[in-house]
């Protein structure tokens, strides 16, 4: 009982007040704590601050969950457009669709970065224990004596924040993650590793009516090898369209296209249907940033019971599963797992949020590098196309044993990521070697009974394919 009553008089700092922030400030405040939350960037509320920053992103079921739990699920719902599959554009503007399942109701969603956001905001600021400040950047903390160190951009001045514990929920370029190796308290291992290709993020917008140029119920890929442009709908008819491309190598790269003439022409070879959509292409190509694309992972993420870090602060990762904002999402639903078990001694709720946690953040790492490749150089293949029909006809008709990879890893939020990358990587691989082989195709599903057959051949190659990499140690 004295813990009960000490644990909620612990005051709780967060810094940053993005995604995960906001939604660990609100699940904590329901908890009964007080929480100060700090971000560097300006409200964003009142002020548009998207420029150059993915502006929407891919909500799924794990998200979903975690919004759930914080109670705010259905005002996050109110702002999706459902996408239920792929829509891939080639190189002479044909277009086929790959649904991302076979089951009935399952697709992802294009949200708002900024709208959701505000969202969470507004939710915790409605609770009394919270409160959130602004344009207060963090210079460095203090693991040791739970300090945290601050300059305003208001005033200009620095000050001090005291606190009994800290999180650090301030994204892929963490200063409590850059305390943890600078204090040298104790050995940290990090690793911070960059694809060659950036971003630059463009825009379709809606015609005269306000209404979706291309079709709203789709991502859209226009795969390329050597690079590649996506397209997420928006809520207002347009599209954030971002392309995906070497900085410096490759016959096209971000560094050699410096004129209107270059950039256009570009687009002509590689990308003619989509330039025809994106108007203002020259103007945004040199207005809008170039982003870099990268994995961090490290460990440990937390100091004694004293910090943590949470989110892309603890394990950032390239965009290509649609992930990232799920994965944060989810890291407050497992913490809160944690504390309804150890709520009291932060020491061993770090300890063990980290071990549950942590071989999951970074199986989602691997995944989204190796969906980019998927993206970028096999949705066009035969082979793979092969592969996805399959698997959506065993999905369709079974939909209780057949799990794709993409449907363990998206809405099958009861299975970590770790276990669906192990069992999806064994059945992708089971199920191309038995389409090169010819022991299954396409062209043989023209019953339920012959799908059967071809399901059972699936898992138990499936099953010898785990069985090697056990051996294997994989």
């Keep these: 009982m004295f813990i009960e009553t000490m644990k909620k008089q612990d005051n709780i700092l967060i810094i940053g007040a993005g995604l995960c922030g906001s939604l660990l400030a609100l699940r904590l405040a329901q908890r009964g704590y007080k929480v100060t939350v700090y971000e560097s960037r300006p409200d964003l509320r009142k002020v548009d601050i998207s420029a150059g920053r993915s502006i929407n992103l891919a909500l799924s079921d794990r998200g979903f ?11 996050a719902k109110e702002i999706c457009i459902p996408m239920y599959g792929r829509l891939i554009h080639d190189i002479e503007g044909n277009t086929f669709a790959s649904n991302y399942s076979g089951r009935e109701g399952e697709f992802i969603n294009s949200i ?10 507004t939710e915790a600021e409605s609770h009394e224990n919270v409160t959130i400040h602004f344009n207060s950047k963090c210079l460095s903390v203090d693991i040791e004596n739970t300090k945290a160190y601050f300059k305003s951009y208001e005033t200009k001045e620095e000050f001090t924040v005291d606190a009994d514990v800290i999180f650090g929920a301030d994204g892929a370029g963490s200063v409590l993650r850059k305390s943890y190796y600078l204090e040298k308290k104790f050995l ?11 971003y630059k993020e463009l825009e379709i917008p809606g015609d005269k009516d306000g209404n979706h140029q291309i079709s709203k119920d789709h991502l859209h890929i226009w795969p390329r090898g050597q690079y590649m442009l996506i397209a997420l709908p928006n809520l207002d008819g347009s599209f954030t369209v971002t392309l995906f491309l070497g900085h410096e190598e490759g016959k096209y790269n971000f560094k050699d296209l410096t004129s209107e003439e270059k950039i256009k022409d570009f687009f002509q070879e590689q990308f003619p249907d989509a330039l025809e959509l994106i108007p203002n292409i020259s103007e945004e190509f040199a207005n809008n940033p170039t982003g870099a694309l990268g994995t961090v992972k490290c460990s440990p993420w937390y100091y004694k019971g004293n ?8 394990h950032a990762v390239v965009p290509f599963y649609g ?15 944690v504390l309804n078990e150890f709520e009291g001694d932060w020491d061993q709720v770090f300890k063990v949020y980290q071990e549950r946690r942590k071989k999951d953040a970074d ?43 993409y449907s363990m890893v998206t809405f099958n939020e009861e299975i970590g990521y770790h276990e669906a990358m192990r069992r ?22 023209v019953s339920k009974e012959s799908l059967a057959t071809i399901l059972e051949k699936v898992q138990k190659e499936t099953n010898e394919v785990l069985e090697e990499d056990k051996i294997a140690g994989l």
């Design 188 to 198: 940290f291992s990090y690793s911070q590793e960059y694809l060659t290709h950036g």
């Design 65 to 75: 969950k975690a919004l759930r739990m914080a109670g705010v699920e259905d005002k």
């Design 323 to 337: 992930q990232g904002m799920n994965a944060s999402f989810e890291d407050v639903y497992v913490l809160d797992e």
């Design 307 to 314: 910090t943590l870090i949470i989110g892309d602060a603890a």
């Design 424 to 445: 999806g990587n064994a059945q992708d691989k089971a199920l191309l070697n038995m389409i090169s082989d010819n022991e299954i195709s396409a062209s043989e599903m």
């Design 363 to 405: 199986a989602i790492g691997t995944l989204a590098v190796e969906n980019y490749y998927e993206m970028r150089d096999h949705v066009a293949n035969p082979l793979f196309k092969e592969k996805r029909k399959i698997e959506m006809e065993l999905e369709s008709n079974f939909p209780e044993e057949y799990f794709s990879k």
């Design 112 to 121: 708002s970065r900024g709208d959701l956001n505000g969202i969470l905001l």
